[in-house]
C-alpha cells in the first residue's frame, strides 16, 4: 500500500482543504512549541529516534574518557530491536584461520611467521614456518595492514594483499623508512544471531560484515536458542533440532528431538548437546563417525548452559538438586563425577585452561574443580553473600558478583581474596580489558574498576548506557541498544583481537591429546633390574649379550652348537678306545 503524497500540485489546491490544511499547521506548530518549552522546562534532551528512558551507545566523547576506540557499529536485521533477539553467541574458528598481511619496520618481525617473508625491494626469501596465533607486531612498528577473509564478500585475495604491500613498502622507502613484509594466521571470530522470526545471521566480529543470513524453521514453534562450531551452526525449532552449515547457512538436516529442551544447548566435539525437561542430558551426533545420540539420566533439572572446557572435551552443568555434573565428550560421552556442593548454582560454570572450573552457589559458597577422572575440588570457602551470576575467570583470577551487588575477586589458585575490599553498585560485568574491567551499575551507568586492586578508575554516571553483550573469547566490547544497533569497543591500538582464553583446536587433535596415557610417577613404576630374567628387554643374567631371543647360556638360539662337544666339532666318543681295543 503506497501512502498519500505529502505535497500537492497547484492544481489539486481545494479552498476548503486548505483551509483545513491551515488549522492543522498551526495546530503542530503549538505542539511542537508546547513540547520545546516543556523540554526547556524539565532539562530534558530528545533525539530523533530516541525514547525517553533508552539506553545508547558510547559517543566520541565517552569513548575517549573511557580510553576506548569504536571498531564498528551495525545494524542487526532484527524484527523488533533488541527484544527479537532470541540468542546470540561469539565463536572463534580455530580451524579456519583468515591470513593477514602486514607491512613493518624492518628488524620489528614477530618471531613466528609463515608463508613467505620479503625484503624492503619485494623480492620474495625463503619461507618461514607456520605457527598459530602469532602475536601482532607493536602499532609503533606497524606500518600497513590488510586482512583476507575468504568467506567476506569485500575481502582481498592474498595476490593482491602482497601487491599492495609491496608498494606501501616503496612509498614508506622514499621517506627513509625500511620495511618489509610478513605474513601470518589469525582465527576468524564471528557473532550469531538467532531473532524470534526465525532469522539467523552471521556476522564478522571485527569489521561487523555481514557474511550471511537466513531465515530457518517454523516461527509458530518457537525458538530456544543457537550454538555453533567451527563446521555447523545449531538452532533448537520447538521439538526439532536444525542443522546448520557455518560457512554459508544453508540448512542439512533437521532432527527429531526426543525430549524438550529447558535451557540453551551447546556443541561439543562430534555433539550437540541439549538439557532436556525431564533431568535428561541429550548429545545428538553432529559430525564425524558417531552413528547414534547418546542419553544419561541426572539427578535434577539443568538450571543453565552447560560450560564447554577451554582446552578439552569436558562439559560442566549444575541442577536444581544441589549437584554439579562433569561429562566427558571425547569419542563416546560418559559422566566423569558428580559433585554434591552447598547450595544450588543458578549462573553459568566459568570454565578455564587445565580442565578447571569456577561455580558460585545460592549459599554463597564458591568453588574451585579440576576434572580429572574422579573428579578433584581444588578449594571451597564461603563469601557470606548469596551468588547467582555466573563468574569471570581472567589472568588466574576468578570474578563473583553477589546477590547484593558487590564485586568480589579470588584467586583461581587458592581461593582467596585479592581485593582488600568488594566493589558495590555493580549490576553485570561487561568485559575486561587487560587490567580493566568494564561492568555496569545498577542504575545502568558504565564504571571502570581496576583487576590489580579494585579501586573504581572511572564512572559514568547519569548515563545508562546499551545492554552490553558479555564476550568471554577476545578482548572486545560489544553493546547492543533498544533499537538493534551493535557497537563494537577496544583499547588504542589494539587492531586484532587477542583471545583471552586457549583457542579451540579440532576436536580430533584434543581426542588423539586426551587418550594419550599420562606418564605415571616414578614411585609407582619401578625399575626392573639390569639382570631381570622376566624381562625380555634386559641384558643377559649370565653375562652373555644380546636381548630377546638370546640364550641365556651365552649360545645361539638360532643356531646353538652342541654344548658337550669338544671344540671343533669333535665326537666326544670318537677318540681311542677307554678299554684299550
Partial sequence: MHSAPLVMNADQADPARLAHSGHSVSLRFCLIAGLAFFTWLTGATLRPGVNAGESDLLSPFQRERLGLVEAWQRQLAVPAGRQSIVDQRILVHGTRPVTVVE??????????????MTDAEGDEQAPSPILELTPPPKPETLLARWIIDPLAVSGLDQAEAERLARNEIRRWKRRGITGVTQIRQAPIVRIYTLCDDGTVECRDAETGELIWITRVGDRDYGYASLSANDDFVAVVNGGQLLKLDAINGDEIESIRMSHISVTDMVQCGHYAVVPGADARISCYPFSGPIPDKFEERVSGTCLERPSVGVDALKLAWATKNGYVYVIDMTGTPNVHFRLNIDGIVTGTIAAAPDRRFFLGADSGQIYGVQATRDGQVIWSRPTGEPIYDAPVFTS?????????????????????????????NVATVTAVLGDQIFATTLSGALMVVSLDDGSVMARMNGTR???????????????????????????????LPSFIDPVMVNFDQLKAADETPAEEPASTQPSKPAGDPFNPDAADPFGAGGGAGVDPFGGDAGNMADPFAPAGGDDPFGGADPFGN
Wanted: net charge negative; hydrophobic share 40%.
Fill in 465 to 495: 548506557i546499551a545492554t552490553p553483550f558479555f564476550n568471554r573469547k577476545t578482548d572486545r566490547i560489544y553493546l547492543i541498544n533498544d533499537r538493534g544497533t551493535v557497537q563494537c569497543l577496544h583499547a588504542p591500538g589494539a587492531d
Fill in 103 to 116: 607491512v613493518v619496520k624492518e628488524g620489528a618481525t614477530t618471531v613466528a611467521t609463515d608463508v613467505n
Fill in 396 to 424: 588466574e583470577r576468578v570474578l563473583f558478583r553477589s546477590e547484593y551487588g558487590n564485586l568480589m575477586c579470588v584467586s583461581a589458585e587458592s581461593g582467596l581474596g585479592v581485593w582488600d575490599q568488594t566493589v558495590g
